[in-house]
C-alpha cells in the first residue's frame, strides 16, 4: 500500500547520463553565484546593456562582463551588438521557469528551517573526491 506522500510523488523523466549530468553540473554551477543570480532577475525584465546591469546590481562593470561571458556560456543569455553597446538578453522563457523553480525551491526549504536560521548558515564543502570541472570546459564540449 502506498503512502500518500508516495502516490503524488512526480515520476521522473530526465535522461541522467554522464554527459547529462556534467552539463546540469555546469549548469547549476553558473547558477552558484548571488552577483549572475541578480543579472538574470534583471533581464528577466527584458534586454539590458552591461552598463545597466552593472548599475543595477551594483558592480563593476567589468565584473559583471565576466559574469555574463559565463552565463553565455552557460547558454542562459545572449547578446547582441547595436553599436558600440552590447544588449544581453535570457535565452528563452525556460530560463525563467528554471529561476522561478530555484526560488521556490529555496523558499521550501528555509520553511522547513528552524527558526533564525537561514540558508546561508549552512557550510557548504567541496570534498577532495568532487570531480566537477570548471563551467566553461564543460559547456566547450557541447
Do not use: C, W
Not at 553540473?25 to 525584465?45: N, V, Y
Not at 522561478?100 to 573526491?129: C, F, K, T, W
Amino acid at each position: 500500500m502506498e503512502s500518500g506522500a508516495e502516490s503524488t510523488r512526480r515520476q521522473p523523466t530526465a535522461r541522467f547520463d554522464v554527459e547529462t549530468v556534467a552539463t546540469v553540473a555546469a549548469t547549476l554551477s553558473a547558477l552558484a553565484s548571488p552577483s549572475r543570480l541578480l543579472i538574470l532577475a534583471q533581464l528577466r525584465h527584458g534586454p539590458l546593456t552591461v552598463t545597466t546591469l552593472a548599475q543595477t546590481i551594483g558592480k563593476p562593470q567589468p565584473s559583471t562582463s565576466q559574469h555574463l561571458g559565463l552565463l553565455r556560456a552557460a547558454g542562459l543569455v545572449s547578446s547582441t551588438r547595436r553599436g558600440r553597446a552590447v544588449i544581453y538578453s535570457l535565452v528563452g522563457d525556460h530560463v525563467i521557469e528554471l529561476l522561478d523553480e530555484v526560488v521556490h525551491y529555496s523558499e521550501r526549504v528555509r520553511a522547513s528551517m528552524p527558526p533564525g536560521q537561514d540558508l546561508s548558515d549552512r557550510p557548504i564543502h567541496r570534498n577532495r573526491l568532487d570531480d566537477s570541472q570548471p563551467v566553461r570546459r564543460v559547456l566547450r564540449r557541447k
